[in-house]
């Protein structure tokens, strides 16, 4: 790689590690590239970007940042796989690890927060964000089926009493 074509790779790397809340480090070691392009194309699916980096540029790239910490990370085939939705991002990664060995989270940060494998698996279980909106529609609108539930049964309850006196 010639020195322009690191420079433009470093320059990436700092946009990348800037607009995202959540960057994640992995391994890939021994994953077949079949593997790989599937785990592309989850993230793409899923709003996340995937990006294979190269140790000591990456390294480089977060000196001087506000997510230095994550350079101790950067050891062996690592990449990083980055968005701005936490939950999403958790969840591909450990679900993709679940069933490839060969994918393993080494940690990460979130809002300059370090997070390790474990805080990384807690938020894989956090409800997404179209399930948290959900719930909240299904919150608002139980109230105004219970208010209107009230409101019609006296009127109800009125035409059962008028239908019993003329019957009479």
């Known amino acids: 790689m010639k020195r322009e074509q690191k420079e433009i790779f470093i320059k990436n790397l700092k946009t990348i590690l800037s607009e995202n809340s959540l960057i994640v480090v992995f391994h890939y070691r021994g994953m077949s590239m079949t593997d790989m392009t599937d785990l592309r194309v989850?993230?793409?699916?899923?709003?996340?970007?995937?990006?294979?980096?190269?140790?000591?540029?990456?390294?480089?790239?977060?000196?001087?940042?506000?997510?230095?910490?994550?350079?101790?990370?950067?050891?062996?085939?690592?990449?990083?796989a980055y968005s701005n939705d936490p939950v999403?991002?958790?969840?591909?990664?450990?679900?993709?690890?679940?069933?490839?060995?060969?994918?393993?989270?080494?940690?990460?940060?979130?809002?300059?927060?370090?997070?390790?494998?474990e805080k990384i698996e807690i938020l894989s279980k956090l409800p997404s964000l179209e399930e948290i909106r959900a719930q909240l529609i299904g919150l608002i609108s139980t109230p105004a089926q219970k208010i209107a539930s009230v409101l019609t049964a006296p009127s109800g309850d009125l035409a059962r009493v008028f239908n019993a006196y003329s019957t009479k």
């Not at 793409?44 to 230095?68: E, M, P, Q, Y």
């Not at 999403?88 to 390790?116: R, W, Y």
């Open 42 to 80: 989850q993230s793409f699916n899923s709003g996340c970007d995937i990006k294979v980096t190269k140790n000591r540029l990456t390294k480089l790239a977060l000196k001087g940042t506000d997510k230095s910490e994550l350079s101790d990370l950067f050891d062996g085939p690592t990449a990083i």
């Open 88 to 117: 999403q991002l958790t969840k591909l990664l450990t679900n993709f690890a679940k069933n490839n060995s060969n994918l393993v989270i080494l940690g990460g940060i979130m809002d300059n927060e370090i997070l390790t494998v």
